[in-house]
């Protein structure tokens, strides 16, 4: 069974959802979500873990139930509450999950704070690097369209995401999320059914939780300055060998409205911006589990099929940079579109159970 409650740790009133017993000796679980959801994302595996573990799921900062104070967001700050939550549970140690915006916390938490994590899974997610792919990056950080796209079309947005509807607004320069200006949203035009994984219920509970005009202000300082982007440059007297070159918002916003868009800026087809230059020489030394889809390592499906367990993505920098951070590495797919512990639960329990109990 389920529980939730509110508790208050060193700096946030924290939202919170448990299954399972506590387990005396055994390290609990605890799962971050992504963008833009609420630990309601977790529900096809909070009972499936509960069946094992004692399992916490907190709304992270500016989501759900927990506060949104409106201060500036750092990935620092984000390992923090992390940190300060297993504080305020008395847990010395977890094992640590994240997808998507989540996974980017897990990942600064082993690598900031690595006695606090005894394993560490990540699902379709970054470390360090950003994707060229994902123009949505590169569009947040347009100051005021971000923040005005959400106060207009903040219910649209989710009801395009997750239940495949029409959307009222067009694709760049507009916003990302459009596959073409006035088309559906971008899933229906994959021929994909969201209706499949999200119930009516589903999509109303994310809908009420982002109407919230805090939580519109978190997910643009997420993306805003929680992701500081940099071109990184090969540097043998470098700590780490690399140097980086830091690119203010205004410099990303000017890439987005560039004559021609984003697409024919030279460093959007050239350069993988790098958003954690602090922790490139950082290493987290414990079990390391990276589940994928085709979405963030598209190379690794071949014909359609699921790619070797332990495949090891490589061939651009946000591939690689996997391998540079977690040395004790192990990875497998899923066959479905980013959000999997929604899309493919079934799969995301079997992983997840066999990777936290150290069958794998």
Request: proline letters at 9%; hydrophobic letters at 40%.
């Amino acid at each position: 069974m389920t529980t939730t409650r509110t508790i208050r740790t060193r700096g946030l009133e924290v939202f919170l959802r448990e299954a399972g017993q506590d387990r005396p000796g055994e390290d609990p679980v605890v799962l971050l979500h992504g963008f833009p959801q609420t630990s309601h994302m977790w529900r096809h595996q909070l009972p499936v873990l509960g069946e094992r573990f004692r399992v916490y799921a907190p709304d992270t900062r500016g989501y759900g139930g927990t506060e949104k104070p409106r201060i500036r967001v750092t990935r620092d700050l984000l390992a923090r509450d992390v940190v300060d939550l297993l504080d305020a549970l008395g847990i010395e140690r977890a094992r640590l999950v994240g997808h998507d915006w989540g996974g980017i916390i897990a990942a600064a938490t082993a690598l900031k704070h690595p006695d606090r994590v005894s394993r560490l899974a990540l699902i379709d997610t970054l470390v360090s690097v950003w994707i060229t792919w994902g123009i949505h990056g590169y569009w947040f950080k347009c100051e005021p369209e971000a923040e005005r796209f959400f106060e207009a079309h903040h219910r649209a947005f989710i009801r395009s995401v997750f239940a495949g509807e029409p959307t009222p607004y067009g694709g760049p320069p507009e916003s990302p999320w459009a596959g073409v200006e006035g088309s559906e949203g971008s899933a229906a035009l994959d021929g994909f059914d969201p209706t499949r994984f999200w119930s009516a219920e589903d999509v109303a509970h994310y809908e009420q939780a982002f109407s919230d005009p805090g939580a519109w202000f978190h997910a643009v300082e997420y993306y805003r300055h929680a992701l500081p982007f940099h071109v990184a440059r090969p540097d043998p007297e470098a700590t780490g060998g690399m140097s980086f070159e830091y690119r203010t918002s205004r410099d990303v916003a000017a890439m987005w409205k560039h004559e021609g868009l984003l697409f024919s800026h030279p460093e959007w087809a050239s350069e993988f911006m790098v958003f954690a230059p602090e922790d490139w020489p950082l290493r987290y030394a414990g079990p390391t589990l990276y589940l994928f889809s085709p979405f963030l390592v598209p190379q690794a499906f071949e014909d359609g099929r699921l790619p070797p367990d332990d495949y090891i993505p490589t061939g651009n920098p946000y591939a690689d940079s996997f391998a540079h951070h977690f040395p004790d590495l192990r990875t497998r797919g899923a066959l479905c579109g980013h959000f999997i512990p929604e899309e493919a639960p079934e799969r995301t329990n079997e992983v997840l159970l066999s990777f936290l109990t150290g069958t794998i």
